[in-house]
């Protein structure tokens, strides 16, 4: 991935907790039962979702800084790429396709995924590249969608595929191609089942926005953002462990598990300390300790009990 420059935000830009979070009590009796299948798509909608314990209680990252601030290399490699390039992307209508080893596969469209029992969750993104923001997700367990398809015995790891739509995502034409498309990410049954992991349809008390995976995405707090695949549009229950992309791009650099690790460096820098955004200003350095499993230790740990985590990073 590319070398870190962190993004210049003003103190004016930075919404207090308190004042985002009245807003937030507000849009959700405002917007309780919205149906967005009929939304103008390319335009955030209102969204809420109830309180979660899992929520972390730190500083918000300001809302410019997680929608201008992106890695979605569909639309580009630059941070900025994705948010400017992302305008002609139209995220609806949309379905999500889960199949492969389970008793009921079917295709969700997104007027119902919204309708699945979403909860804010505020959590800690760390980028392997060394920056962290805080964000408020509006998400599903996936565990919730998974139970509907009822995975069988045979079900040991679940893959996701992001959507390939070179005439609406500019970094998939052209003779430069970073990354083979599509995007494709997986996890361990177990860790997809965990009640950390979620899908994400909103952030900030809206839909989606194009550049951080609309309609729907992954969010996985505690390894590293690439996990957290974007516009995913199929979803399979598999017996091997399944292709990554950051994997298949550079073995040596990422692998499978991704977890946040303080303890395991990058070949190529430290992971010890990260960059929290819209933290310190403009001169702001890399000089938070990075937390095992970012913090989500005493949730997460468990699942890894006994494996080397330098060995499988
Ligand atoms: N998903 C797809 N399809 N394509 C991508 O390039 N980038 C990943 C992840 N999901 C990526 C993706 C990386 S490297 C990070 S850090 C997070 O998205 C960033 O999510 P955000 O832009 O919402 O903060």
Not at 25 to 35: D, E, N
Not at 134 to 163: C, H, M, N, R
Not at 192 to 201: C, K, N, Q
Not at 233 to 259: C, D, H, M
Request: with cysteine; hydrophobic share 40%.
């Amino acid at each position: 991935m590319p070398v870190y420059h962190p993004p210049r935000i003003a103190a004016s830009e930075i919404t207090p907790r308190e004042i985002y979070m009245s807003r937030r009590k507000f849009m959700g009796t405002a917007a309780a039962g919205l149906v967005v299948a009929g939304a103008s798509s390319a335009l955030a909608a209102p969204l809420a979702g109830s309180p979660s314990t899992f929520s972390t209680d730190e500083t918000l990252t300001p809302k410019e800084a997680v929608t201008s601030y992106n890695n979605f290399y569909e639309f580009g490699t630059a941070k900025s790429d994705p948010a400017q390039n992302s305008g002609q992307f139209d995220p609806l209508p949309w379905s999500v396709k889960v199949d492969g080893l389970v008793g009921k596969p079917r295709e969700f469209g997104m007027d119902e995924l919204i309708k699945m029992p979403l909860e804010d969750r505020v959590y800690r993104l760390r980028c392997v590249e060394g920056w962290s923001m805080v964000i408020p997700w509006i998400g599903f367990p996936l565990a919730a969608l998974l139970d509907q398809v009822e995975p069988l015995g045979s079900a040991k790891y679940v893959s996701f595929e992001t959507i390939v739509r070179p005439e609406q995502m500019p970094g998939q034409t052209g003779f430069f191609q970073p990354l083979e498309w599509p995007y494709v990410e997986g996890l361990r049954l177990d860790e997809a089942r965990h009640p950390l992991t979620i899908l994400a349809v909103g952030l900030y008390g809206e839909t989606l926005p194009n550049q951080n995976g609309a309609p729907i995405r992954l969010v996985v707090p505690w390894k590293y953002g690439f996990k957290s695949i974007k516009s995913i549009v199929k979803i399979s229950l598999v017996e091997e462990q399944p292709q990554t992309t950051w994997k298949n791009s550079n073995a040596r650099e990422y692998g499978f598990y991704s977890n946040v690790n303080p303890e395991v460096d990058h070949p190529r820098w430290s992971q010890a300390t990260e960059q929290r955004i819209g933290e310190g200003g403009f001169f702001s350095v890399a000089n938070r300790p990075t937390l095992k499993f970012n913090g989500y230790a005493d949730e997460v740990a468990s699942l890894y009990e006994g494996m080397d985590l330098k060995a499988n990073f």
